[in-house]
């Protein structure tokens, strides 16, 4: 399997989250990317290769137009405004308040976030344009007629909406390339979001639309991040509804509940009968991550590539979180060699 990967990931390098009532060094690191770079070479995965610059007008069909340049212009107007450090929102817009875009940046910050968590820096922009063409880049991958393809995403993507970022989330790159290959041509898409964390930006974009199915196996919403979607009854509205799967799981889960919610997502993905899957491949759920509260080992994730190759479809594979960094190269990359070794056999 090939890899995309561009070394512009390092612009986005914050220096700190709020987490846990405290401001800590952020968990979404450069050195995240190194790991997973590493391990695919040392296991020769296959052929590394820099993306292509597709501009951006494949991010502007998943995103609003207002949002996308608010991101291109955030850091500048935020350095004006208090100097050039990282900038974070602060309060947001709740029940009985409007949202009406405010003038100052700190209220265009919280306007267009939903958490304390993901710094804009001076990167940012840089980073984030770079890994929505890595996600672009492993599609046109699938589209030259490979069977499975690897783009290294960083930062990651599935908590970013059309008009809000969060969750160390900008750009929804697993989005941007599951639109991309919809304007492609395809009638059917669907993405399986494995991360720890409900994709909720992923659910947002799609879910008044039969065309992208989305599945999301996470940690229970009523006990974790991002707290406010993900619930199991949530399944699509208007012309979407049926065509949203949420599959949550209580903190402590191991591989004997998570294989079972993976085969009940494989099962509903493969009677969608998609032209090609994209997965938000996520390996928070490993039992060392460091926020997280799955109990999953290096061998299940061998398991779960697996699982997900028995679609028999074109699948991308787009990175999105994990933060115990150094066990992400193994864990990532096994997702890949399990995947690689079912679809060789
Ligand atoms: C947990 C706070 C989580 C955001 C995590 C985003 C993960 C993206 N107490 N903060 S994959
Ligand atoms: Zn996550």
């Known amino acids: ?24 060094p952020c968990f979404e690191m450069p050195r995240r990317a190194d790991m997973i770079l590493a391990r695919v070479k040392e296991v020769k995965l296959g052929e590394v290769i820099e993306p292509d610059d597709f501009g951006i007008g ?26 050039a450090y990282d900038a974070l929102p602060l309060n947001w817009a709740t029940r009985g308040m409007r949202t009406i875009e405010p003038e100052a940046i700190d209220g ?4 267009y976030s939903f958490d304390a ?4 820096t001076a990167g940012t922009w840089r980073a984030i344009t770079a890994a929505a063409n890595v996600a672009l880049s492993g599609l046109a ?15 990651p993507g599935h908590h970013a909406g059309s008009d809000f970022y969060g969750g160390y989330c900008f750009f929804n790159n697993a989005a941007v390339a599951a639109q991309a290959f919809i304007d492609a041509g395809a009638r059917r898409v669907a993405v399986l979001d494995v991360d720890y964390h409900h ?4 659910q947002e974009i799609f879910y008044e639309r039969s065309d992208v ?3 999301s196996i996470h940690a229970d919403p009523k006990q974790e991040f991002p707290y406010f979607l993900g619930h199991a009854d ?7 509804t049926g065509f949203h799967l949420n599959l949550p799981l209580r903190w402590g889960s191991a591989w004997d509940k998570y294989e079972a919610a993976l085969a009940a997502a494989m099962t509903k993905l493969i009677a969608y009968e998609p032209e090609a899957v994209v997965v938000s491949l996520g390996v928070d759920t490993f039992e060392g991550d460091p926020i997280s509260k799955f109990r999953l080992r290096h061998e299940d994730y061998l398991r779960m590539g697996q699982a997900i190759a028995k679609s028999g479809k074109p699948t991308l594979f787009v990175m999105e979180g994990g933060y115990a960094v150094e066990a992400l190269g193994i864990n990532a990359v096994n997702v890949l060699m399990g995947y690689e070794q079912a679809v060789r056999r």
Not at 58 to 82: C, I, M, S, T, Y
Not at 234 to 240: D, H, I, L, S, V
């Open 1 to 24: 399997m090939k890899t995309v990967y561009s070394d512009e990931h390092r612009h986005q390098d914050g220096k700190a989250e709020l987490i846990d009532g405290k401001l800590m």
């Open 58 to 83: 494949p991010v502007k069909r998943v995103h609003k137009a207002n949002f996308v340049e608010f991101l291109r212009g955030a850091w500048d107007l935020w350095v004006k405004q208090h100097g």
């Open 108 to 111: 265009k910050l919280s306007h």
């Open 117 to 120: 968590g993901t710094p804009i």
């Open 141 to 155: 991958l699938l589209a030259k007629g490979e069977s499975g393809a690897f783009s290294l995403c960083r930062p």
């Open 199 to 202: 994709g909720n930006g992923t």
């Open 213 to 215: 199915l989305t599945i």
């Open 234 to 240: 949530e399944a699509g509205a208007g012309k979407g």
